[in-house]
């Protein structure tokens, strides 16, 4: 292999195979720090996307004030209840007046990222209108118990059919 003849005299000067070695390290750090920072950097990319664990079921809650972390827990152990195995539930609670948590939501049901949407029964038209925009209104649900507050809408396109047919049968079944 030719180099550039600096380092081709300076390489030829080197006696040991050790020497040589280090001494091309030395002369070609820059490539070999930047393909050492390529390396990591695929690696971390390629380790995040393998250990991103993804949601089987999407609920998002909207309402004029924030709910608590009870409903929370109630209605992600109604839920886990609802399926036949054990699935990963994502519940989170949206503020109507937060036009930044607004355009999440928005961009999260572009995204077809969203199953059920959960909204008090004494919400303000203000939540009732952004959430019937959303939803599939063949598809609104009201919970007994704990969660007899609330009514549940399957989203517009929403990605987990599977996950929200239980949940129906779960809801007749009651």
């Known amino acids: 292999m030719k180099h550039r003849p600096i380092i081709q005299e300076n390489l030829d000067k080197e006696t040991t195979k050790k020497g040589k070695i280090l001494y091309l390290m030395y002369a070609y750090k820059e490539w070999l720090i930047g393909l050492g920072l390529t390396l990591v950097i695929l690696f971390i990319f390629v380790f995040s996307m393998l250990a ?5 079921l999407s609920v998002r809650i ?3 004030q924030p709910v ?7 209605l992600s152990t109604f839920l886990q209840e609802s399926s036949e ?6 519940v989170q609670n949206y503020l109507v007046d937060n036009m930044d948590q607004q355009q999440i939501l928005m961009a999260q049901m572009v995204a077809k990222e ?3 949407f959960v909204i008090p029964n004494d919400s303000s038209e203000k939540v009732t209108s952004l959430v019937n925009e959303m939803i599939d209104e063949q598809n609104v649900f009201s919970l007994d118990g704990p969660l ?4 549940v809408s399957t989203a517009i396109n929403a990605p987990h059919e599977e996950q929200i047919s239980f949940f129906k049968k779960a809801l007749s079944s009651n």
Do not use: A, G
Not at 148 to 151: A, G, L
């Open 148 to 151: 007899s507050d609330y009514t």
């Open 85 to 90: 195995d054990e699935i990963l539930i994502d």
């Open 68 to 74: 608590t972390i009870e409903t929370l827990d109630h």
């Open 52 to 56: 991103t664990q993804k949601p089987d």
């Open 114 to 116: 969203v199953d059920l």
């Open 62 to 64: 909207i309402s004029d």
